[in-house]
Nanobody
Framework: QVHLVESGGGLVQAGGSLRLSCAAS????????MGWYRHAPGRQRELVAT???????NLADSVKGRFTISSNNAKNTVYLGMNSLKPKETAIYSC??????????????WGQGTQVTVTS
């Protein structure tokens, strides 16, 4: 199996910054892509950013220019740098990964999520 563990969430004032990390472990033969989604109360889960093993990134329009996604393929780790945070971005941020293992083939995996709270 594959496990994703997030860290770095917390409480920050509007306009502040946070950096999230997510480390994948387990029977990983190849990481195809990793990324971040967020789920705010009363709203649907939405994609924040993804990055492929080749380094191609995709960011939601609402975070472009403020958030950056990066990864360390050797460590199966993905990072999300968040600047100029807004109160409406308060949500649970979950790590996502598409990994290939010899036992299960390509599958999607999710972390438990980390709370990000932005106060006004």
């Amino acid at each position: 199996q594959v496990h994703l563990v997030e860290s770095g969430g917390g409480l920050v004032q509007a306009g502040g910054s946070l950096r999230l990390s997510c480390a994948a472990s387990g029977s990983i033969f190849k990481t195809n892509a990793m990324g971040w989604y967020r789920h705010a109360p009363g709203r649907q889960r939405e994609l924040v950013a993804t990055i492929t093993s080749g380094g191609s990134t995709n960011l939601a329009d609402s975070v472009k220019g403020r958030f950056t996604i990066s990864s360390n393929n050797a460590k199966n780790t993905v990072y999300l740098g968040m600047n100029s945070l807004k109160p409406k971005e308060t949500a649970i941020y979950s790590c996502w990964g598409n990994m290939y293992s010899l036992q299960y083939g390509s599958r999607e995996y999710w972390g438990q999520g980390t709370q990000v709270t932005v106060t006004s």
